[in-house]
């Protein structure tokens, strides 16, 4: 399981990584701050699975959860989200961490 997280993580770490280039790219191009949100990514990404994602978010998940999903979480740039989730599933897949022992001078 910690190989499967350390896998995903590095993957998803990239992919953060890669949207950091493109949109740096793209705001040198225009001379402007320019990001691309995570709405935008996952819906040019995922055409066939994004759409069907919002009856899902208002079905089951509560009215808290779906606020903080679609206000904010949908609007941060693809970059920070990617780098965040990245990171944290390379943590969860870290080795844990062992013990100090104490142990006598002889």
């Given at each position: 399981m910690r190989a499967f997280l350390r896998f995903v993580g590095f993957i998803v770490?990239?992919?953060?990584?890669?949207?950091?280039?493109?949109?740096?790219?793209?705001?040198?191009?225009?001379?402007?701050?320019?990001?691309?949100?995570?709405?935008?990514?996952?819906?040019?990404?995922?055409?066939?699975?994004?759409?069907?994602?919002?009856p899902w978010l208002t079905d089951a998940l509560p009215a808290s959860v779906r606020m903080l999903a679609a206000s904010s979480l949908l609007t941060w740039p693809t970059w920070i989200v990617g780098t965040v989730v990245g990171i944290a599933l390379l943590w969860l897949g870290r080795r844990p961490v062992e013990p100090f022992r104490f142990k006598p001078l002889r």
């Amino acid at each position: 399981m910690r190989a499967f997280l350390r896998f995903v993580g590095f993957i998803v770490l990239t992919g953060g990584f890669v949207a950091f280039v493109i949109d740096g790219a793209r705001g040198i191009a225009n001379s402007e701050f320019v990001f691309t949100p995570l709405a935008a990514t996952l819906g040019g990404s995922l055409p066939s699975l994004f759409p069907g994602l919002a009856p899902w978010l208002t079905d089951a998940l509560p009215a808290s959860v779906r606020m903080l999903a679609a206000s904010s979480l949908l609007t941060w740039p693809t970059w920070i989200v990617g780098t965040v989730v990245g990171i944290a599933l390379l943590w969860l897949g870290r080795r844990p961490v062992e013990p100090f022992r104490f142990k006598p001078l002889r």
